[in-house]
């Protein structure tokens, strides 16, 4: 209570915070209640007969699945990009802070048909990779390749934030010490930066786990849970669909606290 008539006298004191607090609720209200309100009107059994059904749990899997291969291919080619970004000033360097940025205002689904154009059979590299045994349309490397592409920058720009707070003094000492530049970096820059890069990941995940549109065009099949949420939608309506996106939702919804915790909890070290 005295919390409350602390706040309602500062609130008073300071109307332009009042305002400021009712509009933040708005928004609140609205980015939270949808969700809340789709959780709360699913059962229980309900959710756990939708989980049983193999169409489901294999949907949800292979989404777990490609995002997290999506990620590690991100990291290890992300990472190094991030680092140069942070590091270096170089003619062009704008142009590629803003080509990096821009699959995410791109249209997702023009995003899948440019990545088809490029790793589809009918063209180049398309048919390099099929001449080693991989094939982009209709498998999971083209779901992986769809995440990749929407996911990355998200990565990209916290590892570089990451990176720009670690000072470079740090690095020169390691290198009068004597360790070249590749252990610096393993053993000095990477620990020091490794909190947002995490939280980098975390977020390149969890964008490549909501990805449709891409993996629409690329991959229809095999189908990952946003896919097999609008299919059945379509096909048989609301009562439907309702049960996979709760449970996607809760699941994506777990494992994010779980893992943007875990980053936080490193960034604080």
């Not at 009712?22 to 699913?42: D, E, N, Q």
């Not at 349309?137 to 990176?163: H, R």
């Amino acid at each position: 209570m005295n919390r409350c008539a602390l706040m309602v006298r500062q609130l008073k004191t300071h109307p332009m915070e009042g305002v400021f607090l009712i509009l933040g609720g708005a928004v609140l209200f609205f980015l939270f209640f949808p969700l809340f309100k789709m959780v709360a009107l699913s059962s229980p059994m309900g959710l756990f007969d939708a989980l049983r059904q193999r169409e489901v749990s294999s949907a949800i899997w292979l989404t777990i699945y490609a995002a997290l291969l999506a990620t590690g291919v991100g990291l290890i080619l992300g990472i190094p990009l991030a680092y140069l970004l942070a590091r270096h000033s170089f003619p062009g360097k704008r142009l590629v802070e803003a080509l990096i940025d821009v699959p995410i205002v791109v249209p997702h689904t023009a995003a899948g048909i440019a990545l088809l154009f490029v790793f589809g059979q009918r063209f180049f590299l398309g048919k390099v990779f099929h001449a080693i045994g991989i094939d982009f349309v209709g498998e999971v490397a083209g779901i992986v390749i769809a995440m990749l592409f929407v996911s990355v920058p998200f990565l990209i720009n916290s590892a570089k934030e990451g990176f720009k707070r670690v000072d470079v003094r740090l690095e020169k000492v390691a290198r009068t010490l004597g360790a070249s530049p590749l252990r610096a970096f393993f053993q000095v820059s990477l620990p020091l930066a490794l909190g947002s890069i995490l939280s980098g990941s975390v977020m390149m995940w969890a964008r490549g786990i909501s990805e449709f549109g891409a993996v629409l065009v690329l991959a229809y099949h095999p189908m990952i849970a946003p896919i097999l949420v609008y299919e059945r939608f379509e096909s048989y309506g609301l009562d439907h669909a309702r049960p996979v996106a709760v449970l996607l939702i809760l699941l994506c919804v777990l494992m994010f606290i779980v893992f943007r915790t875990l980053a936080y909890r490193w960034e604080r070290k």
